[in-house]
């Protein structure tokens, strides 16, 4: 297999490139220094269609595939991890369940809203055992209510709508509107500081049992969201990789030290060669499983295992990357260390590698 | 071979270490985000001696040797990684060369201020353009009467904000390169002289570091440490000594992520147990608590060799930094991977322990120079 | 109203390494980026805006080999109606009049009410094909225009000169502007419109249809080489803080400050 892009893709893949590097850019080291969600950065996005990017055209979506979205979340990364992360998780954790699991009039509702700028957020868990929860369902005058708190909501800062996966009575996922018995808190992160992942407390907050249809299997639709989301967060994992490896081949031809260029010295060489070879490695995972679910084939193991590897790779490149720079890479005037943090966050988000590999391994000995 | 600390070892490690875990650990944190110097802290550090420790009695100091100063400096840094190299900074790169190299009357001027805290120490070599290339450096400095004029910057150098007394390195004859390199024991309120950027860094936050400026200071001739064109060697020299630190920084590092990893994995619970009970953590902190403990045993045995007076022991103490470095970061890497989701929130600190290790790849000689020391040793 | 805009795909070579290849005469463009030219980008911009202003129907047109068909694509993406693209491979080593040549002979044959080009191409900065086109073509033309307005029949096109001052033509339709930078702000193409350029049919022509020995060159490329290093110019390298302070030493050591 290898990756060869449609004219469709390689169009998408250049102008996205494009729009990243002129306007993301700019900002990505001040929304990280703030821990500022970008809000105008994300309505622009979505005026270009990049928050509909998996939802069809007939509800005012892109109508793209895995793989255009996988070149969108690289390409944004490469700037800004944060932007990255928002995006795959308004595409990968809101937009793909609901076109999935909701209902019509769900799906008629919300789908054209978050196409069309409304951002989505999801309250991810930290368990895969979806029985150990920290929200509660409970019933209040006759509808449905939840209480408690998720630690880590993405999207969360500014969403109107919220789905929160909870195994409850065959359903697994619920939409959550806004109002005031939601309250959310900003968290000081070591990386994607800018990318709104906030902590949400649910106070008796009603839930819309309308939403989603019943699942027969709740665990199975649990281990294909998060093997769908693991594409995305491996697209992005890859942009990071890239954009290390571009700063480190950068920074290395241009100080000099002994007299040279610091590319001279093989050492720094090593590092540079071990880093583009994990980075090719994860590209072709992170295609090979966008090109899986395109073709309705089964994507899972694929899928984590392109986080895995393309994580790694990230956080490898990072140190790598920062370790080329020297003393500057350790100060915030270059953008490798953000790159590193990010990397090191994006890896353990949602779920750690020892976690990912469990579950790897499970599906190697079925 | 006895594997045993001495008695004074022994004590220093058990005071330095509830001191730590009393005074240091609670205001880790808060450091880290407000950047602020951590005075208060420091000022008791220096009423228990830990701001000389290799310094000989009579000039205000401990009077201890090298392991001890590796056991007090892993202590310290497993609470908190910026006081440690705080501390660390003060002991191997000030006093330890005005011990070393100074006439007794520098050392009577010099030694009981940065002892006592009434003045902290700062380290000068590194340049914007000459990191690795210490060779390289573009300061300069000539003799005109009484006084050395010095011209040029120094930069990331901790401590700088807050100090008092600094060991500066210009070249007093550039053709001769690296022969023509002398030192110079700075005072913060020499004319001339002052603080540049205060740099914003990705960990050891509260450092105070800063750029040094200067524009024909005028240093009076007295302060030229050693002679003219020793700089280089006694760069070499005491960088030597405090590798043995830095290691004992990285091994303390990586305790304390060892030591909330082991904490976090007895708390946590998923699918009805606790974590530490699955096989993957276990395996991880296995690796992680070995590579501490052959990382701490390496830098023991580096400040072994300098209690021995071992003339040239670079190969030793460049192991014992480049390896504690290592595994440092690759614990504190461990540490975020066992802490999953919850090893990036401020929350625990982790995070910020991960930070804090990459640090010790980079300054004092990044890893890249301590495997060319050790390579050129073995090939001699 | 009919619009047609010229763009070109060049080499970005602003940050990266630019090597002289063997022959000479070009450079090593096998690492390099490529996009549609700066000042094409804010002219086909332009052009988009007309058309939305006045509606009708706008045409790209590009002399260059297969890959600029990307650029078209974007073109068609952004908001234009056709596409065409002159095969640049059967027209032998090309330069500013060639180009003009190429273009009069395809755009004779349409409807044109405002032809835009951009004011100069960042690879070989000859400034020539819209000036020349519009002289080709027979038709009025206004260059480094920075303000188009449209009122009836005549247009009124500013140029912005030194010192600030503004030059205002006034000329009638059919007429040529090359664009300079900053006159709007180019828009980015939107993934739909994306998925539906990819789809559109690009129209080639080449030399069946133009006659190759029609288009003729007065000039010819001797060589490409990189100036030779002089001995009075320091280049300074390093953070901003070190060039500065690096700089404040240069201007005292020459007894300035």
Known sequence: MSIVFSNEQKLIHQEIRRFASAELNPIAGEIDKEAVFPGPIMKRLSDLGFLGILIPEEFSGAGLDAVSLCIILSQLARESASVGVAVAAHSCLVTYPILRYGTSECKRAQLPRLAGGEIGAFGSQIDLDAQCSDLQI????????????????????????????????????????????????PQYLLGLRAAGIVKARFKNTVLDGTAFSELPNTANALRDLYAFADIGFSA??????????????????????????????????????????????????????????????????????????????????????????????????????????????????????????????????? | ?????????????????????????????????????????????????????????????????????????????????????????????????????????????????????????????????AGSDVAGMETTARLEGDHYIINGTKRFITNAGEAGTFIVFASTDRNLKHKGISTFIVERD???????????????????????????????KENLLGKEGQGFMIAMNVLDVSRIDIGAQAVGIAQSALDESVKYAKERKAFGQPIGNFEMIQNMLAEMATQICAARFLVYY??????????????????????????????????????????????????????????????????????????RDLLK | MDIIACIKRVPQTAEADVKIDSSGKDIVKDRLQFDMNESDTYALEEAILLKEKFSGSLTVISVGTFDAEDTLRIALAKGADNAIRIKAEDFGELDGYKTAQ????????????????????????????????????????????????????????????????????????????????????????????????????????????????????????????????????????????????????????????
């Open chain 2, 190 to 220: 020499t004319p001339g002289f002052s603080l540049g950027k205060h740099e914003d860094l990705m960990g050891v936050r509260a450092t105070a570091n800063c750029e040094l400026i200067f524009e024909d200071a005028k240093i009076p």
């Open chain 1, 236 to 366: 992005v994992a890859l942009g990071i990789a890239e954009a290390c490896f571009d700063a480190a081949i950068a920074y290395s031809k241009e100080r000099k030290q002994f007299k040279k260029a610091i590319c001279e010295f093989p050492m720094v060489r090593e590092m540079l060669v071990d880093m583009k070879g994990n980075i090719e490695a994860a590209r072709l995972l992170v295609f090979e499983s966008a090109q899986l679910y395109d073709r309705n084939d089964d994507f899972i193991l694929a899928a984590h295992i392109a986080r895995l590897h393309a994580c790694a790779a990230s956080v490898e490149a990072g140190t790598a990357s920062v370790q080329i720079h020297g003393g500057y890479g350790y100060t915030k005037d270059y953008p490798v260390e953000r790159y590193l943090r990010d990397a090191k966050s994006l890896q353990v988000l949602m779920r750690a590698p020892y976690e990912t590999k469990a579950v790897i391994a499970k599906e190697l000995l079925v």
């Open chain 2, 1 to 129: 071979m006895d594997f045993e600390f001495t008695k004074d070892q022994k004590m220093l490690q058990e005071e330095v270490r509830k001191f730590a875990d009393a005074h240091i650990a609670p205001d880790a944190a808060e450091i880290d985000q407000s950047r602020d110097f951590p005075w208060k802290n420091i000022k008791k550090t220096a009423e228990m001696g830990l701001l000389g420790i290799i310094v000989p009695e009579k000039y205000g100091g401990s009077g201890f040797d090298y392991i001890s100063l590796a056991i007090a400096i892993e202590e310290l840094s497993r609470c908190c990684a910026s006081t440690g190299v705080i501390v660390a900074v003060n002991n191997s790169l000030v006093t330890y060369p005005i011990v070393a190299f100074g006439t007794e009357e520098q050392k009577q001027k010099y030694l009981p201020a940065l002892c006592s805290g009434e003045k902290l120490g700062a380290f000068g070599l590194t340049e914007p353009n």
């Open chain 1, 138 to 185: 409970l019933k209040k005058n006759g509808s449905n209510v939840v209480d408690g708190s998720r630690m880590f909501v993405f999207n969360g800062e500014t969403a109107q709508n919220f789905i929160v996966p909870i195994a409850h009575e065959g359903h697994l996922f619920h939409l959550i509107q806004r109002d005031s018995t939601v309250l959310t808190e």
């Open chain 2, 302 to 375: 580096a400040g072994h060799c300098k209690n021995k007076g071992m003339p040239r022991f670079s190969r030793e103490s460049a192991m014992s930094k480049y390896y504690g470095a290592t595994i440092a970061v690759d614990v504190a890497r461990k540490g975020v991977q066992i802490h999953g989701g919850y090893g990036y929130t401020k929350d625990y600190p982790i995070e910020r322990i991960y930070r804090d290790a990459k640090i010790l790849e980079l300054y004092e000689g990044t890893s890249e120079i301590q495997k060319i020391v050790i390579a």
């Open chain 3, 102 to 257: 190429l273009l009069k002979a395809v755009i004779k044959d349409l409807k044109h009410d405002a032809i835009f080009t951009g004011c100069i191409a960042t690879d070989d900065y000859y400034s020539q094909v819209g000036v020349t086109l519009a002289e080709l073509l027979g038709m009025p033309h206004a260059s480094l225009v920075t303000k188009i307005e449209i009122d009836g029949n005549t247009v009124h096109a500013y140029r912005e000169l030194e010192g600030g001052l503004l030059e205002h033509l006034a000329m009638s339709l059919p007429a040529l502007f090359t664009i300079q930078t900053g006159i709007n702000e180019p828009r980015y193409a939107s993934l739909i419109a994306i998925r539906r350029a990819a789809k559109k049919e690009i129209k080639v022509i080449g030399k069946e249809e133009i006659n190759a020995e029609d288009i003729v060159s007065f000039s010819s490329l001797e060589k490409l080489f990189t100036p030779p290093v002089g001995e009075r110019a320091e280049i300074l390298s390093g953070t901003l803080d070190e060039i500065g302070t690096r700089v404040q030493g240069i201007v005292k050591e020459k007894g300035l400050l």
